[in-house]
């Protein structure tokens, strides 16, 4: 998974690639639950680059996101939003690959 390490960065990777952007914090224990299935995840959908925002270090882009809730996955394909799984509910890994399969459809 890239580490975004600016904003820039971030909406070069969306406006170019099919992205997961996956976001988290360090402090966050429902993120850190998640990620130990996220590598596999990643492998099981090689068609979307995987990456990681801090919430901490972009709140911006949450707010712009409307991601209030963390982890959160926001899958983009040309640029535009095709599905969001944002709640701040503890993700399984069914329910992440579930998100998967619908915004790879």
Known sequence: ?????????????IN????VAVFSADW????????????????????????EVDR???IDLCQKY???GIPG????KDGAEVGRFVSKDRKTKRE???????VSG
């Open 96 to 102: 992440i690959m579930a998100f998967m399969e619908e």
């Open 73 to 76: 996955f926001i899958a983009f």
């Open 56 to 58: 901490d270090q972009f």
């Open 66 to 68: 409307d991601v209030f």
């Open 28 to 51: 966050c224990p429902d993120c850190r639950v998640i990620e130990p299935v996220l590598p596999e995840i990643e492998e099981a959908y090689p068609s979307f680059t995987f990456v």
């Open 1 to 13: 998974m890239k580490i975004i390490e600016s904003e820039n960065q971030f909406n070069d990777f």
């Open 16 to 19: 170019n690639e099919n992205v």
